[in-house]
């Protein structure tokens, strides 16, 4: 998580929400990152968990990351909880929960939804304090 925090705050850089993500292989190692990259790419999908998945299936060289964990510092939205369940990660891990547009047990559960062929386990509030002061202090500077 810590990994993931510090991509988030790159996110600052470039205006973007300082969300990060990263995808651990089945041996803990590193196969992608990611931060919210919406606002630097003009990319409605620039979420950082896509941009995670991506590089990870990227190093693997296949989409099927099985074995594999996406740990990221906000509770997923849809589309990523659908990233997720689609990529076969084994695991979900997040720090923060979204209210307002979380997927993964907030809002809906995508992830653990009986009727898709995949539910990766789903472990949250993983430095939830650390990555809700982020967002807080980032939402705050926006919202003056």
């Given amino acids: 998580m810590l990994a993931a925090l510090a991509e988030a705050r790159a996110a600052l850089a470039t205006g973007d929400v300082p969300i990060g993500a990263v995808v651990l292989g089945p041996d803990g190692a590193v196969l992608g990152t990611g931060r919210n990259v919406r606002e630097a790419d003009a990319d409605p999908t620039g979420h950082a ?5 991506r590089a990870a299936a990227g190093v693997r060289r296949e989409w099927r990351l099985d074995g594999c964990t996406l740990v990221v510092t906000l ?8 990233a997720a369940v689609l990529s ?31 539910r990766p ?5 993983v430095l939830a304090e650390e990555s809700t002061a982020l967002l807080e202090a980032f939402f705050r500077e926006h919202r003056g």
């Avoid at 968990?49 to 998945?53: C, N």
């Avoid at 386990?121 to 509030?125: A, C, D, F, K, L």
Wanted: hydrophobic share 45%; charged share 25%.
């Fill in 49 to 53: 968990e896509v941009v995670a998945l």
């Fill in 75 to 82: 509770e997923p939205c849809t589309m990523c909880a659908g």
């Fill in 88 to 118: 076969r990660v084994d695991r979900v891990v997040f720090g923060a929960f979204d209210p307002k547009a979380g997927a993964v047990g907030s809002l809906w559960d995508v992830v653990r939804d009986r009727r898709l062929n995949h």
């Fill in 121 to 125: 386990e789903v472990i949250s509030g």
